[in-house]
C-alpha cells in the first residue's frame, strides 16, 4: 500500500500537466493547441485567471445577481445593490467614492478600540491613585 502511494505522488511530479501551468486544460507537450480551464482566460501564450465579478469559459460571463468577486465565490446578503467586483455598495459619498458594505466588516472598529482604552484609563486611574496615597500615608 505504502509503495502505491508513492507511485501517485511520484506521478504527480513528473506529470507534464503539473507545473507552471495553472489554468491550462489542453496538454501542449502532445502537441494539443493551447486551452485555458473554466475561470480562465487566454492571454498571449499563457492561461490569466478571470478578473474580479466575472467567471465562466474565457472570463465571458458576469456574476449573477448577489454574488462577487474572484469567481463570483462570494455572497452578498441583505444589501439592495450588489456589485460584481466589491460586493455590496451602500451609497456615494460626497467625493463620489463607493462606500462598500463589506470593507466595513473586514476592518477595524476604531470607536470601539478607543472606548475600550478610555474605560480601562477610567477604571485604573482611581485605583493608582488609592494604591499611591495608602503608600504615602505610611
Known amino acids: 500500500m505504502k509503495y502505491y502511494f508513492?507511485?501517485?505522488?511520484?506521478?504527480?511530479?513528473?506529470?507534464p500537466l503539473s507545473g507552471n501551468t495553472v489554468g491550462i486544460c489542453s496538454n501542449?507537450?502532445?502537441?494539443e493547441p493551447l486551452e485555458c480551464c473554466v475561470n480562465y482566460r487566454q492571454i498571449g501564450e499563457a492561461c490569466e485567471e478571470c478578473s474580479l465579478g466575472t467567471h465562466g469559459p474565457n472570463c465571458t460571463t458576469p456574476c449573477p445577481h448577489g454574488f462577487y468577486g474572484r469567481f463570483c465565490g462570494?455572497?452578498?446578503?441583505?444589501?439592495?445593490?450588489c456589485d460584481p467586483v466589491i460586493g455590496c455598495v451602500e451609497h456615494q459619498n460626497a467625493t463620489g467614492k463607493t462606500t462598500n458594505r463589506n470593507d466595513y466588516s473586514k476592518g477595524v472598529n476604531w470607536l470601539t478600540i478607543a472606548m475600550s482604552v478610555?474605560?480601562?484609563?477610567?477604571?485604573?486611574?482611581?485605583?493608582?491613585?488609592f494604591t499611591y496615597f495608602k503608600r504615602r500615608v505610611r
Do not use: H
Not at 508513492?6 to 506529470?15: C, H, Q, R
Not at 501542449?28 to 502537441?31: E, L, T
Open 74 to 81: 462570494e455572497t452578498c446578503k441583505q444589501c439592495g445593490l
Open 6 to 15: 508513492f507511485l501517485i505522488v511520484l506521478s504527480k511530479e513528473i506529470n
Open 28 to 31: 501542449k507537450s502532445i502537441g
Open 118 to 129: 478610555t474605560g480601562s484609563c477610567l477604571v485604573s486611574l482611581p485605583f493608582g491613585m
